[in-house]
């Protein structure tokens, strides 16, 4: 089978020396180091190191748009989706190197952080513009034995133990997943080259290895991004400087998603998969963003805020919206990287929200006009930018949106809030759906040609899609009306279960036995070193 | 409402009460609340001040003190002996300072001679050890870390029930207290059952409803001693962390404001709860190491010989500085070029704040003629604050007094701004609360996600937008009741019983000159008279607070500086002083500032503009930036990577730094007396400058403030770097890269579990070594000792801190020597004048 796309020429393969090599040397000088404080002139290597990357991965787009997709050498790629991917890792990269090069300033094992953090990076970029199974499969198990290193960073202490080995078992049932994919990938098309896989899957080659192979992929991609109930891990995971959560959130996480999209092709090949993908997907959404209502500390709240966006990203690969799932990777990822890293912040953040006084509640008739509203602006900017030319699959996300701007609007429509905040809120609703509609015009736009478009939804689509709008529909509306039930004491019970995440995670530290101990009986004051 | 006021015959599970079981209750619940005042209030981090971590046990001298640590939390109170060992060989600890030390300390408990102590400081001695809990023991015989569990399910409760605003869902509020509302929470909660404990929530549905029965209860199953109680349930909430120094923090509040608050005593009703629980799961395995526990607890609370040599070496390493700091006050003054009756040609007074001093030196070394001078900074306006655009009131005056004033930002003409900006705000919230909420939260990151490039960008490079100036404060009424809608779990915020309008002219009067008095603000006055509140300008830094006033609660100081300076320049305060002999020149203009610690920049405050002033508000300005820069050079050479002084100005703004600035890191001394007793000697910013004059101090009213107030806010900050600095377990804020803000109060490390109150270890430890030198303060204090004598003799609770040795107390001489050490019981012994 000849491959799907062509070589391109030795000038832009030259570029992947800048993309890795920096990298990978200052990986080394940092290990180097081993436990001596404040290495030398490392910090600064490390940040131009990630730099560099991230000039290559702009050369590399660059490259993209002249000459067009191509391969890279015998296993690597040069897509619109592996360009944008390179950039999004590259830039966060960049970001949390220089963060962290201050940040762990004066720490013990400064050197060998610095080295695994670049060597992760490595393997992502590997990971994300991987054209051969084998590079794939190998760099999606070495960036999780990577992450791995850098989770246990403190290793003496058992929270991070505890989280590392939730972890550890999942990643491997994920690793085993993803091998068999790949195994069954190749003997349905007879290579180990993705562009070539991905060029018979959209003629509807590959028959029931095809099929078989697409259901472990959505189930590798469900325990890479934390979909309930492998979710325990995730949220637990802040056992670990904040640059690494911010790099975990914002960069790891994202490759089950990008696993979907990248097989998208082969992915329409198994609708049973996807409708699993959009069953687990849409409830672990409401799920962890109901959960996240909850959690009392910054950290752990935007962990639980991961899980609930990855379902929603799971949620759309399910729907085969793969342009979309690949813009709100990007989108959550700039978002997430930020959050984490001014996650200090939250001591003034949350002073400063009861200064300007009290918060005005909405009542059912503020919300009842606010979900007006905003399906008038949802039809106004929606044909601005061609409503009509939608999938029934997009015109549902859109209704997702409508109940987001519903509920920004009822907090200006509350009988209280004076005119000016409502004006304001209005002028915030019109933006966000503006931002909205544009942005996944400009998705679908760049990635034409590369992603397969959205089929037809068949009956069990269309049962998925009508579950789909009610459930978010009700959540939107109780969440809308919250204040004015929350407190209930029937309520109570609901939201004990609720903050724990329904004990799936306590029932996992059972099975893995992570609250056992063989330390001796003595003080219980924390422990730190 | 606490429970502990609720009538105890509500619920009867304990058998119809007989006079000795009413006296055995009494003195459970008398340890019950001995072992809460044993815990240190802990601020929560918007507005944290340093707290002596010791305040419980000031009443013990420091190895007693260092006993009852060591069995309740195994926290040590000194260093360890490699640190004194390195203190010799450097020759910083003399055989002199050893013997002193030696001399001073109790004869049956010191080693024999000098020469045994000097072999008990080559060998290491084994940390120490808390005796074990019921939890403690119960995971040795089963393998299941029960203490580790309990302090992630109390966090988890305790966190979201001492929220202040983080969970959009916040926990239900019960009126019943913390015990009622982690019933209500644990009788629904898995958690433990699945973990291996079953039954334990129908074991809490079961508990006495009234925590001090619940408590009485668990001490008979658990066969305590009366002897063992108060030890007991000090090590229980000594496992409960930051969270029962929150819980004190409740009570301080509420016994400020004259009530009272039992949230200290629910959270050992609930951890006893679980004692209760697996003690009697566990009891035929543990029962015999148990039994050996309650006897341990039972035994008298004394030091052993180690922790006696402990503190005697504590003292010879404090005599060591002392010795240091009387020969810089003894050394000759560099000769003043000017009559100290001449003009000058710029007066600033800046907090007593250690971080003054590098900068006042600097200041005072850039012209003859200018004053500077230390005074608490906040500068005797004890004021509630409400900021531009807020209804919360914050308490901006040190945490020992309640308000006496309530102020806000802007005037009536900042209306139509005040009410924007409210908009803005309540808007900016909006967006907050749509970008949190369940689904809105996947239409904010899909509509606005890539426009985070740019806020990562800025933040990432350290380009933050000026802060915009508030409007100069005003005094105004008290706000009534009821506009504090935040979900507060009531109102714990102290006033004062005034009648909550402002001061009349008589009271400004009266304020202005006490103030002038107590700051020794004295003519010859200059025509501009700065009074520098200070602050620090910091982004993403959970322990902003900490760095900021300590004397303005943990705010920022130029509201206060701002205040005193309106009210100052107010004509007629100026007349009424005047008709009380303390004239101030018409000419002389007050000018509020504030003093940036971490880039050492001043801030003028032009409030009231004078085009009269216009040329010295511009030489003021250039005089300040120099200073900052020769006060940043300074620091630069102490703050790790900060290759320059433009390196020092841009710390704050790194979202990545976790060392802006080492804020009162190395604080070691107190000095009360004229600034030309200090002036032109460097004091390496380790400091607290108080001027003073006690020939002008009839009565020694100003003495008796100095001694009841600043020394002992200084004694709290002091002792607060020291704790965290020798106990970072029991007593310090953890690592700064793990912290985890948690209901906008406080940190956790990591996950969750227990708060961590205290000074994160990044603020007293560069790393490498230790940034602060823990000492506990010399207070050294210009005035005849039978003054001081007086002071002390009046007030018990200072006096404790000196006699116990919590504090170190010298008195000048008429040089400015150190001539007197001050022994316990009111003594003095001359100290040699030779050093």
């Given at each position: 089978?000849?491959?799907?796309?062509?070589?391109?020429?030795?000038?832009v393969?030259?570029?992947?020396?800048?993309?890795?090599?920096p990298?990978?040397?200052?990986?080394c000088?940092?290990?180097?180091?081993?436990?001596?404080?404040?290495?030398?002139?490392?910090?600064?290597l490390?940040?131009?190191?990630?730099?560099?990357?991230?000039?290559?991965?702009?050369?590399?787009?660059?490259?993209?748009?002249?000459l067009?997709?191509?391969?890279?050498?015998?296993?690597?790629?040069?897509?619109?989706?592996?360009?944008?991917m390179?950039?999004?890792?590259?830039?966060?990269?960049?970001?949390?190197?220089?963060?962290?090069?201050?940040?762990?300033?004066?720490?013990?094992?400064?050197?060998?952080?610095?080295?695994?953090?670049?060597?992760?990076?490595?393997a992502?970029l590997?990971?994300?513009?991987?054209?051969?199974?084998?590079?794939?499969?190998?760099?999606?198990?070495?960036?999780?034995?990577?992450?791995?290193?850098?989770?246990?960073f403190?290793?003496?202490?058992?929270?991070?133990?505890?989280?590392?080995r939730?972890?550890?078992?999942?990643?491997?049932?994920?690793?085993?997943?993803?091998?068999?994919?790949?195994?069954?990938?190749?003997?349905?098309?007879?290579?180990?080259?993705?562009?070539?896989?991905?060029?018979a899957?959209?003629?509807?080659?590959?028959?029931?290895?095809?099929v078989?192979a697409?259901?472990?992929?959505?189930?590798?991609?469900l325990?890479?991004?934390a979909?309930?109930p492998?979710?325990?891990w995730?949220?637990?995971?802040?056992?670990?400087?904040t640059?690494?959560?911010?790099?975990?959130?914002?960069?790891?996480?994202?490759?089950?998603?990008?696993?979907?999209?990248?097989f998208?092709?082969v992915?329409?090949?198994?609708?049973?998969?996807?409708?699993?993908?959009?069953?687990?997907?849409?409830?672990?959404?409401?799920?962890?963003?109901?959960?996240?209502?909850?959690?009392?500390?910054?950290?752990?709240?935007?962990?639980?805020?991961?899980?609930?966006?990855?379902?929603?990203?799971?949620?759309?690969?399910?729907?085969?919206?793969?342009?979309?799932?690949?813009?709100?990777?990007?989108?959550?990822?700039?978002?997430?990287?930020?959050?984490?890293?001014?996650?200090?912040?939250?001591?003034?953040?949350?002073?400063?929200i009861?200064?300007?006084?009290?918060?005005?509640?909405?009542?059912?008739?503020?919300?009842?006009?606010?979900?007006?509203?905003?399906?008038?602006?949802?039809?106004?900017?929606?044909?601005?930018?061609?409503?009509?030319?939608?999938?029934?699959?997009?015109?549902?996300?859109?209704?997702?949106?409508?109940?987001?701007?519903?509920?920004?609007?009822?907090?200006?429509f509350?009988?209280?809030?004076?005119?000016?905040l409502?004006?304001?809120?209005?002028?915030?609703?019109?933006?966000?759906?503006?931002?909205y509609f544009?942005l996944?015009?400009?998705?679908v736009?760049?990635?034409?040609?590369?992603?397969?478009?959205?089929?037809?939804?068949?009956?069990?689509?269309?049962?998925?899609?009508?579950?789909?709008?009610?459930?978010?529909?009700?959540?939107?509306?109780?969440?809308?009306?919250?204040?004015?039930?929350?407190?209930?004491?029937?309520?109570?019970?609901?939201?004990?279960?609720?903050?724990?995440?329904?004990?799936?995670?306590?029932?996992?530290?059972?099975?893995?036995?992570?609250?056992?101990?063989?330390?001796?009986?003595?003080?219980?004051?924390?422990?730190?070193? | 409402?606490?429970?502990?006021?609720?009538?105890?015959?509500?619920?009867?599970?304990?058998?119809?009460?007989?006079?000795?079981?009413?006296?055995?209750?009494?003195?459970?619940?008398?340890?019950?609340?001995?072992?809460?005042?044993?815990?240190p209030?802990?601020?929560?981090?918007?507005?944290?001040?340093?707290?002596?971590?010791f305040?419980?046990?000031?009443?013990?001298?420091?190895?007693?003190?260092?006993?009852r640590?060591?069995?309740?939390?195994?926290?040590?109170?000194?260093?360890?002996?490699?640190?004194?060992?390195a203190?010799?060989?450097?020759?910083?600890i003399?055989?002199?300072?050893?013997?002193?030390?030696?001399?001073?300390?109790?004869?049956?408990?010191?080693?024999t001679?000098?020469a045994?102590?000097?072999?008990?400081?080559?060998?290491?001695?084994?940390?120490?050890?808390?005796?074990?809990?019921?939890a403690?023991?119960?995971?040795?015989?089963?393998?299941?870390d029960?203490?580790?569990?309990?302090?992630?399910?109390?966090?988890?409760?305790?966190?979201?029930?001492?929220?202040?605003?983080?969970?959009?869902w916040?926990?239900?509020?019960n009126?019943?207290?913390a015990?009622?509302?982690?019933?209500a929470?644990?009788t629904?909660?898995?958690?433990?059952?699945?973990a291996?404990?079953?039954?334990?929530?129908?074991?809490?549905?079961?508990?006495?409803?009234?925590?001090?029965?619940?408590?009485?209860?668990?001490?008979?199953?658990?066969?305590?001693?009366?002897?063992?109680?108060?030890?007991?349930?000090?090590?229980?909430?000594m496992?409960?962390?930051?969270?029962?120094?929150?819980?004190?923090?409740?009570?301080?509040?509420?016994?400020?404001?004259?009530?009272?608050?039992?949230?200290?005593?629910?959270?050992?009703?609930?951890?006893?709860v679980?004692?209760?629980?697996?003690?009697?799961?566990?009891?035929?395995?543990?029962?015999?190491r148990?039994?050996?526990?309650?006897?341990?607890?039972?035994?008298?609370v004394?030091?052993?010989?180690?922790?006696?040599i402990?503190?005697?070496?504590?003292?010879?390493?404090?005599?060591?500085?002392?010795?240091?700091?009387?020969?810089?006050?003894?050394?000759?003054?560099?000769?003043?070029?000017t009559?100290?009756?001449a003009?000058?040609?710029?007066?600033a007074?800046?907090?007593?704040?250690v971080?003054?001093?590098p900068?006042?030196?600097?200041?005072?070394s850039?012209?003859?003629?200018?004053?500077?001078?230390?005074?608490?900074?906040?500068?005797?306006?004890?004021?509630?604050?409400?900021?531009?655009?807020?209804?919360?009131?914050?308490?901006?005056?040190p945490?020992?007094?309640?308000p006496?004033?309530?102020?806000?930002?802007?005037?009536?003409?900042d209306?139509?701004?005040?009410?924007?900006?409210?908009?803005?705000?309540?808007?900016?919230?909006?967006?907050?609360?749509?970008k949190?909420?369940?689904?809105?939260?996947f239409?904010?990151?899909?509509a606005?996600?890539?426009?985070?490039?740019?806020?990562?960008?800025?933040?990432?490079?350290?380009?933050?937008?000026?802060?915009?100036?508030?409007?100069a404060?005003?005094?105004?009424?008290?706000?009534?009741?009821?506009?504090?809608?935040?979900?507060?779990?009531?109102?714990?915020?102290g006033?004062?019983?005034?009648?909550?309008?402002?001061?009349?002219?008589?009271?400004?009067?009266?304020?202005?000159?006490?103030?002038?008095?107590?700051?020794?603000?004295?003519?010859?006055?200059?025509?501009?008279?700065?009074?520098?509140?200070?602050?620090?300008?910091?982004?993403?830094?959970?322990?902003?607070?900490?760095?900021?006033?300590?004397?303005?609660?943990?705010y920022?100081?130029?509201?206060?500086?701002?205040?005193?300076?309106?009210?100052l320049?107010d004509r007629?305060?100026?007349?009424?002083?005047?008709?009380?002999?303390?004239?101030?020149p018409d000419?002389?203009?007050?000018?509020g500032?504030?003093?940036?610690?971490?880039?050492?920049?001043?801030?003028?405050?032009?409030?009231?503009?004078?085009?009269?002033?216009?040329?010295?508000?511009?030489q003021?300005?250039?005089?300040?930036?120099?200073?900052?820069?020769?006060?940043r050079?300074?620091r630069?050479?102490r703050?790790?990577?900060?290759?320059?002084?433009?390196?020092?100005?841009?710390?704050?703004?790194?979202?990545?730094?976790?060392?802006?600035?080492?804020?009162l890191?190395?604080?070691s001394a107190?000095?009360?007396?004229?600034?030309?007793?200090?002036?032109g000697?460097?004091?390496?910013?380790?400091?607290?400058?108080?001027?003073?004059d006690?020939?002008?101090?009839?009565?020694?009213?100003?003495l008796?403030?100095?001694?009841?107030?600043?020394?002992?806010?200084?004694?709290?900050?002091?002792?607060q770097?020291?704790?965290?600095?020798?106990?970072p377990?029991?007593f310090?804020?953890?690592?700064?890269?793990?912290?985890?803000v948690?209901?906008?109060?406080?940190?956790?490390?990591?996950?969750?579990?227990?708060?961590?109150?205290?000074?994160?270890?990044?603020?007293?430890?560069d790393?490498?070594?230790?940034?602060?030198?823990?000492?506990?303060?010399?207070?050294?204090?210009?005035?005849?000792?039978?003054?001081?004598?007086?002071?002390?003799?009046?007030?018990d609770a200072?006096?404790?801190?000196?006699?116990?040795?919590?504090?170190n107390?010298?008195?000048?001489?008429d040089d400015?020597?150190?001539a007197w050490?001050?022994?316990?019981?009111?003594?003095?012994?001359?100290?040699?004048?030779?050093?």
């Amino acid at each position: 089978m000849p491959p799907a796309f062509p070589l391109l020429p030795l000038p832009v393969l030259l570029i992947l020396l800048p993309l890795f090599v920096p990298l990978l040397a200052v990986a080394c000088l940092g290990f180097a180091q081993g436990g001596r404080r404040r290495p030398p002139h490392l910090p600064r290597l490390a940040e131009v190191a990630a730099l560099l990357a991230l000039a290559a991965a702009l050369a590399l787009t660059v490259a993209l748009i002249v000459l067009g997709p191509g391969r890279l050498g015998p296993s690597m790629r040069l897509d619109a989706l592996s360009a944008i991917m390179l950039l999004l890792v590259t830039f966060v990269g960049w970001i949390v190197v220089r963060f962290a090069g201050t940040y762990l300033d004066g720490e013990a094992r400064q050197g060998p952080f610095t080295g695994w953090l670049c060597l992760t990076l490595a393997a992502v970029l590997c990971l994300v513009a991987a054209n051969h199974l084998v590079q794939l499969v190998a760099a999606w198990i070495a960036t999780s034995l990577l992450l791995h290193r850098l989770l246990l960073f403190y290793p003496e202490r058992p929270a991070a133990q505890r989280a590392a080995r939730k972890k550890f078992v999942t990643a491997r049932l994920g690793d085993v997943a993803l091998g068999a994919a790949a195994l069954l990938l190749a003997l349905a098309y007879g290579t180990g080259d993705i562009g070539s896989i991905l060029a018979a899957a959209r003629q509807g080659d590959g028959g029931g290895l095809a099929v078989a192979a697409a259901c472990l992929l959505a189930l590798a991609a469900l325990l890479k991004s934390a979909q309930f109930p492998s979710h325990g891990w995730l949220t637990e995971v802040m056992e670990t400087p904040t640059p690494v959560s911010a790099l975990l959130h914002a960069g790891v996480i994202n490759a089950g998603g990008f696993l979907l999209i990248r097989f998208a092709d082969v992915m329409l090949l198994a609708p049973g998969a996807l409708a699993v993908l959009v069953v687990v997907g849409g409830f672990t959404a409401l799920f962890g963003s109901l959960v996240m209502l909850t959690q009392p500390a910054v950290k752990t709240s935007l962990a639980w805020s991961t899980v609930a966006q990855m379902g929603f990203m799971i949620l759309q690969c399910g729907l085969a919206l793969f342009p979309l799932a690949l813009l709100h990777i990007v989108a959550h990822s700039l978002y997430k990287a930020h959050a984490f890293l001014a996650a200090g912040g939250a001591v003034e953040r949350v002073a400063a929200i009861r200064r300007p006084g009290p918060v005005a509640v909405p009542d059912a008739a503020a919300v009842a006009r606010a979900f007006g509203a905003a399906l008038a602006i949802y039809v106004v900017v929606g044909l601005a930018f061609g409503l009509t030319h939608k999938s029934p699959q997009a015109a549902v996300l859109g209704a997702i949106l409508i109940f987001g701007v519903a509920y920004m609007l009822a907090q200006g429509f509350a009988d209280a809030a004076p005119r000016a905040l409502t004006r304001r809120t209005a002028v915030y609703a019109l933006a966000t759906s503006f931002g909205y509609f544009a942005l996944h015009a400009a998705a679908v736009f760049v990635t034409q040609g590369v992603l397969p478009v959205t089929p037809a939804p068949g009956p069990l689509e269309a049962g998925l899609l009508v579950l789909a709008v009610a459930s978010f529909g009700l959540v939107a509306i109780v969440q809308a009306m919250f204040p004015l039930w929350a407190y209930h004491p029937a309520a109570a019970g609901l939201r004990v279960h609720l903050s724990n995440g329904f004990y799936a995670s306590a029932l996992f530290d059972r099975i893995i036995g992570a609250w056992r101990t063989d330390r001796p009986p003595t003080g219980s004051t924390p422990s730190r070193t | 409402m606490s429970t502990a006021t609720l009538p105890l015959a509500t619920d009867a599970p304990l058998p119809a009460p007989a006079n000795g079981n009413d006296n055995a209750f009494e003195r459970i619940a008398t340890a019950a609340d001995r072992a809460a005042l044993a815990i240190p209030p802990a601020w929560p981090l918007a507005s944290s001040v340093a707290v002596n971590p010791f305040l419980g046990q000031s009443g013990e001298d420091l190895a007693t003190a260092g006993a009852r640590l060591a069995r309740v939390a195994g926290a040590a109170v000194t260093p360890p002996r490699a640190t004194y060992r390195a203190k010799i060989a450097a020759g910083a600890i003399t055989e002199a300072d050893l013997l002193a030390a030696w001399s001073n300390a109790p004869p049956d408990l010191r080693p024999t001679d000098l020469a045994a102590l000097k072999q008990a400081v080559e060998h290491d001695v084994p940390p120490p050890v808390a005796l074990p809990t019921v939890a403690d023991l119960a995971a040795g015989v089963s393998g299941i870390d029960w203490p580790g569990l309990i302090a992630e399910r109390l966090g988890a409760w305790a966190a979201g029930h001492f929220d202040e605003g983080q969970a959009l869902w916040a926990a239900p509020r019960n009126a019943r207290g913390a015990y009622a509302a982690w019933r209500a929470v644990a009788t629904h909660d898995l958690s433990p059952e699945i973990a291996g404990l079953p039954g334990f929530a129908l074991h809490v549905s079961e508990v006495p409803v009234n925590p001090l029965r619940l408590i009485a209860r668990a001490s008979e199953r658990l066969g305590l001693a009366d002897a063992a109680l108060e030890t007991y349930f000090h090590r229980l909430l000594m496992s409960l962390g930051g969270w029962a120094q929150y819980a004190r923090y409740k009570r301080w509040q509420a016994e400020l404001a004259g009530g009272s608050d039992a949230t200290t005593t629910d959270l050992l009703a609930i951890r006893l709860v679980w004692e209760e629980a697996l003690f009697a799961r566990y009891a035929p395995a543990i029962a015999a190491r148990w039994a050996e526990t309650v006897a341990a607890h039972a035994a008298p609370v004394a030091p052993s010989a180690d922790l006696v040599i402990d503190s005697i070496l504590q003292e010879a390493a404090e005599r060591a500085a002392q010795r240091a700091l009387a020969a810089t006050l003894a050394a000759p003054a560099p000769a003043s070029s000017t009559s100290p009756d001449a003009r000058p040609s710029l007066q600033a007074a800046f907090c007593i704040d250690v971080r003054s001093e590098p900068f006042r030196r600097a200041l005072e070394s850039l012209d003859p003629g200018i004053r500077t001078l230390g005074f608490a900074g906040f500068f005797g306006v004890a004021t509630a604050h409400r900021r531009f655009a807020s209804d919360v009131e914050e308490l901006r005056l040190p945490v020992l007094l309640t308000p006496a004033l309530h102020s806000a930002a802007g005037s009536d003409a900042d209306a139509e701004a005040d009410r924007s900006a409210r908009i803005a705000a309540r808007a900016k919230r909006a967006w907050g609360r749509f970008k949190l909420a369940a689904v809105s939260s996947f239409a904010f990151v899909e509509a606005t996600g890539p426009l985070h490039v740019g806020r990562i960008l800025s933040d990432s490079l350290g380009r933050v937008g000026a802060t915009p100036e508030e409007p100069a404060p005003r005094l105004v009424p008290a706000q009534p009741h009821g506009h504090d809608h935040g979900h507060d779990h009531g109102h714990d915020h102290g006033h004062a019983h005034d009648d909550g309008q402002p001061p009349d002219l008589a009271a400004r009067i009266d304020a202005a000159e006490k103030i002038l008095g107590a700051m020794s603000l004295a003519p010859p006055f200059a025509r501009l008279v700065v009074l520098a509140g200070h602050g620090a300008r910091l982004v993403n830094n959970p322990h902003a607070s900490a760095l900021q006033c300590g004397a303005c609660g943990g705010y920022s100081g130029e509201v206060n500086a701002r205040l005193l300076a309106a009210l100052l320049n107010d004509r007629g305060v100026r007349s009424g002083l005047a008709a009380r002999g303390r004239a101030v020149p018409d000419d002389t203009l007050f000018v509020g500032a504030l003093h940036d610690t971490t880039a050492d920049t001043v801030t003028l405050y032009d409030d009231a503009p004078s085009a009269a002033h216009r040329a010295d508000m511009a030489q003021a300005r250039a005089w300040f930036e120099a200073a900052g820069t020769l006060t940043r050079t300074e620091r630069a050479l102490r703050l790790p990577r900060a290759g320059s002084a433009a390196a020092v100005a841009r710390r704050g703004n790194d979202w990545s730094e976790t060392r802006p600035e080492w804020g009162l890191a190395g604080c070691s001394a107190f000095i009360a007396a004229p600034r030309t007793r200090t002036g032109g000697r460097s004091l390496a910013g380790r400091a607290f400058l108080h001027d003073y004059d006690w020939q002008q101090d009839a009565g020694f009213g100003v003495l008796e403030l100095i001694l009841t107030a600043p020394v002992v806010v200084a004694s709290w900050i002091s002792l607060q770097y020291y704790g965290s600095t020798v106990a970072p377990d029991a007593f310090g804020g953890g690592n700064k890269l793990l912290h985890n803000v948690t209901g906008g109060i406080g940190v956790i490390e990591g996950n969750g579990g227990l708060l961590r109150a205290g000074l994160p270890w990044q603020s007293v430890h560069d790393g490498e070594t230790p940034a602060h030198e823990p000492l506990r303060l010399s207070v050294c204090i210009e005035a005849p000792r039978e003054a001081i004598e007086g002071v002390l003799a009046r007030h018990d609770a200072v006096r404790t801190l000196f006699d116990k040795g919590w504090l170190n107390l010298f008195a000048l001489d008429d040089d400015g020597h150190m001539a007197w050490r001050y022994a316990a019981g009111l003594r003095w012994t001359a100290m040699d004048p030779s050093v």
